[in-house]
């Protein structure tokens, strides 16, 4: 069974392990790198967890972290009308197993709970159909896209922009 729940800064380390495998795992989903965040600690994370303008929700499979979503919301108050999902993982073991969309489907609740929010924004690769499906049978729809988005080992990677209306 599947629970899926807010993180605090009890959960940074196993947040942060999860980070680095996911950013070893699938480098092109995420616009950070294992390099640039293989030395971060769980104290660092921790605090993270405690930012006012961001909600991380895990999910749990028999009491172990096998995915993240995080909702960043505008800090400005010309930008606090919207919001942006980021840091999207599971782990490979567990993938269509529902749990990216039930993680997806929180985070979209959480948005539209929060009368500030109108807009949800978020930014997937174009390599990525499996999770392009899952945005968009979620009401998710596309705006633009960055042809040089990602440049990874030399290697340009598309990213898409898609939106949500709440």
Do not use: W
């Not at 995915?67 to 942006?84: F, R, Y």
């Not at 959480?110 to 390599?127: G, W």
């Amino acid at each position: 069974m599947i629970e899926v729940k807010e993180l605090h800064p009890i959960h940074a380390e196993e947040l942060l392990e999860l980070r680095l495998l996911g950013l070893q795992e699938a480098p092109e989903a995420f616009s950070s790198s294992f390099k640039e965040e293989k030395d971060k600690t769980a104290e660092q994370t921790a605090e993270r967890l405690l930012s006012s303008h961001a909600k991380t929700l895990g999910a749990f499979s028999n009491s172990v972290l096998t995915g993240t979503v995080t909702v960043v919301k505008g800090s400005k108050i010309k930008t606090k009308h919207k919001a942006e999902i980021v840091a999207v993982y599971v782990c490979k073991n567990k993938r269509n197993q529902g749990i990216g969309r039930k993680l997806l489907e929180e985070a979209v609740q959480f948005a539209a709970d929060d009368p500030d929010i109108e807009k949800l924004y978020l930014t997937v690769t174009s390599r990525n159909r499996a999770a392009q499906n899952l945005y968009q049978t979620l009401g998710f729809s596309d705006y633009g896209k960055d042809e040089k988005g990602l440049k990874i080992d030399g290697n340009y990677i598309e990213e898409l922009f898609m939106a949500l209306d709440l």
